[in-house]
């Protein structure tokens, strides 16, 4: 189980990335245009981060997880904050979809907090080994 709740997180959160028009279009808008190059790098560089948060939890690293992820969403906020300083409120008036698309982003934070809290609190739990010897 400890190893499962990351996994499905970091699922959720990879449908955010796949799912926001930010990470393949310069805008919002209607009318799409490709994306800048470092904008597309901003997601993939997200993408390989969290694939290295889930390998670390698989191999009970959860410490170490902890920290990548609070680098991660420390990282995933400076690059939307980024994106809003550049578009302003219009990338989440603009558009189809737009309200949706500003439900998403309140969601994939959330989920990046929960995520945080939760290795957090898992990775100095004590775990419970058995030390029985087989006889």
């Keep these: 189980m400890r190893r499962f709740v990351p996994f499905l997180a970091i699922a959720i959160l990879l449908a955010g990335i796949l799912t926001d028009p930010y990470t ?10 490709p994306a800048p190059m470092w904008q597309l790098a901003f997601a993939i560089l ?23 992820a609070v680098c991660e969403t420390a990282y ?21 979809g737009a309200e949706s698309n500003l439900t998403e ?12 809290l939760y290795l957090s609190v898992v990775s100095f739990k004590p775990v419970n080994v058995s030390t029985q010897r087989a006889a």
């Design 46 to 68: 997200d993408i390989g981060v969290l694939f290295a948060i889930v390998a670390l939890s698989i191999r009970n690293k959860l410490r170490n997880a902890m920290v990548v």
């Design 76 to 96: 995933y906020l400076a690059g939307n904050a980024m994106l809003y300083l550049r578009d302003g409120p219009m990338r989440f008036v603009h558009g189809f």
């Design 105 to 116: 982003h309140a969601i994939v934070v959330v989920v990046r907090l929960l995520l945080v």
């Design 24 to 33: 393949y279009a310069r805008d919002g808008s209607d009318l799409i245009s």
